[in-house]
């Protein structure tokens, strides 16, 4: 991911990288909007990933909504969103499987 140094990140930077995992995708959305915050390093890298799983997340949970599935999805998705806000509070960087490579991989992160 984007290279940073753990002094530089601001607890600025860590609430707005939780709250891009929990409103996603409207607030890393938003993020790229703001000049100050998507050239910081620390939120960048949060924002691709949050940004990414939004949309893939909501795509999944479209399509299989008319199924139990949908519905049973979205809760476990949810939660997973709540578990990477809080590590994403803490400082540390969140590694979902497949998504942070292909985030890594196109350089937006």
């Known amino acids: 991911m984007s290279e940073y ?24 959305i938003i993020i790229l909007l703001l000049e100050d ?3 910081r390093a620390y939120i960048r890298a949060h924002n691709a990933q949050a ?6 997340f909501y795509i999944i949970v479209t399509i299989t909504s008319p199924f139990v599935i949908g519905l ?28 942070t490579d292909f985030v890594r991989n196109q350089g937006w992160a």
């Open 51 to 56: 940004l990414a799983w939004g949309v893939v």
């Open 37 to 39: 915050k998507k050239n």
């Open 72 to 99: 049973c999805i979205w809760p476990v998705g949810f939660l997973l969103q709540l578990y990477w806000a809080y590590k994403a509070y803490q400082g540390e960087l969140v590694n979902i499987p497949v998504l």
């Open 5 to 28: 140094t753990p002094s530089d990140v601001t607890s600025d930077d860590k609430l707005w990288a939780a709250l891009a995992y929990i409103f996603t995708p409207l607030i890393p």
